[in-house]
């Protein structure tokens, strides 16, 4: 509320004026004024007039800055079915006619707002191109360090989070310690002692490779061509530990049209590089960096160079027939296409060349026995009818020597400074990063993914301030209120679509921060049994850890799925936010309830801008193009009316139009609007989602304080830009390449340019003409 010129009264000169000339009418006794001599009198009124005009100038500066304040508001009323928060950041002041011009000077708004201005570049018009806008001094000015491929927020903050872990890790190990955390810090010694991986060598990889059957362009002409087939040297990989996915990929997976029970599930196999870029050929830039790794591993291994090039110039061969075969990202969108339920006996019957009960037995020993009657799903059954014919014409030496590169490329990360070296030159040509991570970065990383759940029992016990669990989960309910209500409002839905639409954001179950299970020893312990580690020998304890989380998932598939699991939800030392359909559940560790997306020391508008941004980014992938093909329970159901999955599908494709149109000015490369799609609808359902939280929350609590040295943003335009620094980031041109040729996610600058550009809200708050590029005439909007 702002109070106007005429509001703000003179407190000396009426009052004064009506007294005098009451005595003079009277003939009454001399006032203190009558008493007073010429002098007196000429003196007293020169400071009346001084006053009168010293008041009446701070009167007109208030109304000024009155006027000024109103003048960037452009207040949209909402209605709310929010709950009354008890909570309020410190820096938001009391409710009130002066709120819009007060500004916040605690320590928390003075270190938010320094960070705004370093990042922004205000002469770029917000209209124009809010990204450069909010990001453009980041972006000139962030240098990208020597072992990364880019910096971001989500990567300043894990660095952050890697020097917590380190710190965790490096502490020695004390007596009656919890086993888990033992193992956890064991396994990071075993990382950090180069001096016993240098004294080893190569010979931990020489003897596992002996063991697995051999390589054959090492062995030469003294391999075994007549032990080898292709399904023993899986046999052998399931039993050392690695993976099982070379030739056929295999899992046990949650049943997407019975959630509640676990199946088994066969794809088309893993690859070593992308099919995109296998696809390409030998004369592509990457696949012949690829090319060359494979030969010089090979050859510091103990081959001979002619024969690796030749050889491995057929295994690779080999391995884009395998790219070839398989289906393409852009049609693996449509889960109900990759659902083929068959019996053993069926896949006998439609694959005889593969010896389904044996393959799938051998796999799963010890844990479960299946018969001719058990049902897999096959995803891609092509894929598989194409491999029996590529395995019938592919000579064994060369499938052998093909798996065995795998083999030994997944090895080389825990091996000498000499294969390491190696390693980084092919990772140079992939993403542009030049220098590998310092040591200590490695293994914590290294440990804090490979035991999660150790390490992030160790970061919460230590770190996490749980205030922000709380505030977090009364964000999650806030912007989930306003999901709910553009489900009522969309006037394309039907009613029936409508209704279980309804029911599927109510059902929507959040994990914040931690599962509590994780404070409890025991139960820590328990999960962790039979796990062994050993300090000096590296590559033997991350295969004890491979082959542990084999066993354990192996194991599940007679177990009911428990959707609440402590262990499926126990990785908080992780700067990230997941949204799962088989749970039909939002997840957001503790490792990003912190820095830039959350605090409990600024303002609300940054925390609904930031974090607020995420939450409803992960609440719109319930109903994304994926995630929508999923009911209310995580099942595969088809729960649209024909005519509304029509209309759904036409502002998808809206979506796909617009990002596919985004040229990387960078690089020359346009988007991949299909395989991004999902991203983007979650991107412009989510930042919609918080925006109209945060007005209701304002609605409750009333406007807030601005910010130091920004007095002229208002509350919502700092919402924006806050959102728009969740973005800021700078890649490397290698790495923007491979994100575009093979991820999900648009780079940070079309995840603020995209959604912001379709929000008319967005330009009603910066005053950006239509037809401007951040107010097109034409938008996209599927939620």
């Known amino acids: 509320m702002t109070e106007k010129h005429d509001s703000i009264k003179d407190p000396l000169g009426d009052a004064g004026y009506i007294s005098a000339n009451y005595e003079m009418r009277n003939n009454v006794k001399p006032s203190f004024w009558g008493q007073r001599t010429t002098m007196e009198k000429r003196l007293m009124l020169g400071v009346g007039v001084m006053a009168i005009l010293a008041i009446a100038f ?434 394309w839905m039907d009613e029936k679509t409508r209704q279980a639409a309804l029911e599927k954001a109510d059902s929507m179950a959040s994990h914040i921060a931690y599962p509590s299970e994780m404070l409890d020893n025991d139960k820590l312990a328990k999960f962790y049994d039979g796990l062994e580690m050993s300090s000096d020998k590296l590559m033997e304890s991350v295969l004890n850890l491979t082959l542990f989380g084999t066993e354990y998932l192996f194991g599940k598939l007679r177990e009911p799925v428990n959707k609440t699991d402590w262990v499926t939800h126990g990785r908080p030392a992780i700067v990230n936010a997941f949204y799962s359909s088989i749970e039909n559940s939002i997840q957001f560790p503790a490792g990003i309830l912190q820095g830039a997306f959350f605090s409990a020391k600024r303002p609300a508008y940054m925390n609904y801008g930031a974090i607020g941004f995420v939450i409803g980014h992960e609440i719109t992938h319930g109903f994304d193009d994926q995630g929508r093909q999923f009911d209310r329970n995580g099942n595969l159901v088809d729960w649209w009316q024909e005519m509304t999955k029509q209309k759904y599908l036409e502002k998808a494709k809206c979506i796909i139009d617009q990002y596919s149109n985004y040229t990387v000015s960078e690089v020359g490369l346009k988007l991949n609007g299909v395989n991004t799609q999902g991203e983007n609808i979650a991107d412009n359902g989510g930042i919609k989602e918080a925006y109209y939280a945060y007005q209701a929350w304002t609605q409750r609590h009333g406007d807030e304080a601005r910010l130091p040295g920004l007095e002229k943003y208002t509350p919502k335009q700092l919402f924006w830009l806050s959102a728009a620094n969740t973005w800021c980031s700078v890649y490397r041109n290698e790495a923007i390449k491979l994100r575009i040729t093979t991820g999900f996610h648009a780079p940070g600058r079309f995840r603020v340019v995209g959604p912001f550009s379709n929000m008319e809200e967005f330009a009603q708050d910066f005053k950006c003409p239509g037809g401007s590029p951040m107010n097109p005439i034409n938008k996209c909007k599927v939620w």
Not at 67 to 93: A, C, G
Not at 94 to 122: F, Q, R, W, Y
Request: some cysteine; proline content about 4%.
């Open 58 to 491: 701070f009167a007109a500066f208030i109304a000024t800055l009155l006027v000024r304040s109103s003048t960037d508001i452009n207040d949209i009323p909402q209605t709310s079915e929010l709950r009354i928060s008890s909570s309020m950041p410190p820096s938001v002041v009391a409710v009130g006619s002066a709120a819009d011009k007060k500004v916040c000077t605690s320590p928390g708004c003075i270190h938010t707002a320094s960070k705004l201005l370093l990042n922004m570049d205000e002469k770029v018009d917000p209209c124009d191109d809010f990204y450069d806008f909010a990001c453009g001094s980041f972006v000139k000015n962030t240098r990208i360090p020597d072992d990364k491929t880019s910096v971001n927020t989500f990567s300043l903050i894990t660095d952050q989070l890697q020097e917590q872990i380190r710190a965790l890790l490096d502490e020695p190990i004390v007596e009656n310690e919890p086993r888990p955390f033992v193992l956890a810090k064991t396994l990071y010694q075993a990382c950090m002692n180069r001096t016993a991986i240098e004294s080893r060598g190569i010979q931990p990889l020489l003897d596992m490779l002996k063991r697995l059957g051999g390589w054959p362009v090492l062995d030469g002409n003294n391999w075994d061509e007549k032990s080898f087939t292709w399904e023993k040297s899986v046999y052998n990989f399931r039993a050392a530990g690695y993976s099982v996915d070379y030739f056929l990929d295999f899992s046990i997976s949650v049943d997407v049209k019975n959630s509640t029970k676990r199946i088994i599930d066969l794809d088309q196999a893993s690859l070593g590089l992308s099919r995109e870029y296998l696809n390409r050929g030998f004369s592509d830039k990457l696949v012949q960096a690829y090319y060359d790794y494979m030969v010089d591993i090979a050859v510091l291994l103990g081959a001979e160079r002619p024969r690796a090039e030749t050889e491995l110039k057929e295994s690779l061969k080999f391995e884009m027939m395998l790219a070839n075969i398989s289906l393409p990202l852009e049609k693996r969108r449509n889960a109900t296409s990759l659902y083929n339920p068959m019996t053993i006996a069926e896949l006998s019957e439609k694959f005889p060349k593969i010896p389904w009960l044996e393959y799938i037995n051998r796999l799963l020993a010890p844990h479960v026995k299946v018969g001719e009657d058990e049902v897999a799903i096959v995803s891609v059954p092509k894929y598989i009818s194409d491999l029996e014919l590529l395995l019938q014409s592919t000579p064994k030496r060369v499938q052998a020597n093909y798996v065995m590169w795998r083999v030994a490329g997944a090895s080389v990360s825990y091996l000498t400074d000499n294969l390491r070296r190696r390693q980084l030159a092919y990772v140079t040509a992939l993403s542009g990063k030049t220098e590998r991570e310092s040591r200590w970065k490695e293994c914590a990383d290294t440990t804090s993914v490979s035991m999660s759940i150790a390490v992030g029992a160790l970061y919460i016990r230590k770190y996490f301030n749980e205030n922000s669990k709380a505030n977090a989960l009364e964000m999650v309910n806030d912007i989930r209120q306003q999901f709910r209500k553009t489900l009522n409002e969309v006037d």
